[in-house]
């Protein structure tokens, strides 16, 4: 059974300050999707990542994975405010049609 | 192109009511799949749909039921409510293939008093 895990669950960043979160799995897989999730609202699509070695940045946000390592980070560069919110790492076993394994989320809090 | 769509957005029910929520996918997109939320538990799957047919099924006890129409329209419903089934429930669509991103709805709240 796929399983997978973000840490950290919780994280208040300064303004400015760089930061990564870690999301680790436990099955093979080359599909790695982040999702962010304002509160009170739905997920909205970042990043999907899906081969070893891929890299998307958007903005202050870089995500990236290995797939050897069974692990993707979400780096953070210089966060601001807007940036706070809840980040979702979800993967999809290689095989077969199964659907997304969701982490339990990391709650970004960016503060002056 | 307009979003995935859920209604109602709120809905409050009492213990042993039952209760059907609606999605409906962007234009084009065959699959829908739908989502459990809660503080405790995270995000669920709950089963998803492709041109009509249940493709996949997470581990929901059976009075979590679907159906997809011929439009790709979903429906779930939940039969017999318990006060754990208070939630948010997402569904999101795709195109259906492997890589395809999933695009998420707004969600309905519900509430089990």
């Known amino acids: 059974e796929l399983k997978v895990e973000q840490n950290p669950l919780f994280l208040s960043m300064q303004e400015g300050k760089n930061y990564t979160i870690y999301c680790n799995y436990s099955t093979t897989s080359d599909r790695l999707y982040w999702y962010r999730q304002d509160p009170g609202k739905s997920l909205e699509s970042l990043f999907v990542?899906?081969?070893?070695?891929a890299v998307k940045q958007e903005g202050r946000l870089m995500a990236s994975l290995d797939t050897k390592a069974r692990l993707s980070t979400l780096h953070i560069t210089a966060a601001v405010h807007d940036l706070s919110a809840t980040y979702f790492c979800?993967?999809?076993?290689?095989?077969?049609?199964?659907?997304?394994?969701f982490g339990k989320g990391t709650r970004l809090s960016v503060i002056a | 192109k307009a979003g995935v769509t859920q209604t109602p957005r709120y809905l409050i029910k009492t213990r042993g009511q039952q209760v059907t929520l609606s999605c409906s996918p962007i234009?084009?997109?065959?699959?829908v799949s739908w989502y459990q939320q809660t503080p405790g538990q995270g995000l669920q799957f709950l089963f998803e749909?492709?041109?009509?047919?249940?493709?996949n099924k997470g581990n929901f006890p059976g009075r979590f039921s679907g159906r997809q129409f011929s439009n790709s329209r979903s429906e779930m419903n939940v039969s017999t409510l318990e006060l754990g089934d208070s939630a948010l429930y997402l569904c999101?669509?795709?195109?259906?293939?492997?890589?395809?991103?999933?695009?998420f709805g707004p969600g309905t709240r519900l509430t089990v008093l």
């Open positions: 979800a993967v999809d076993a290689y095989s077969g049609n199964t659907p997304l394994v």
């Open positions: 749909y492709f041109s009509e047919t249940q493709r």
């Open positions: 234009s084009g997109h065959r699959s």
């Open positions: 990542l899906l081969s070893n070695g």
């Open positions: 999101a669509s795709s195109s259906g293939g492997h890589t395809d991103t999933q695009y």
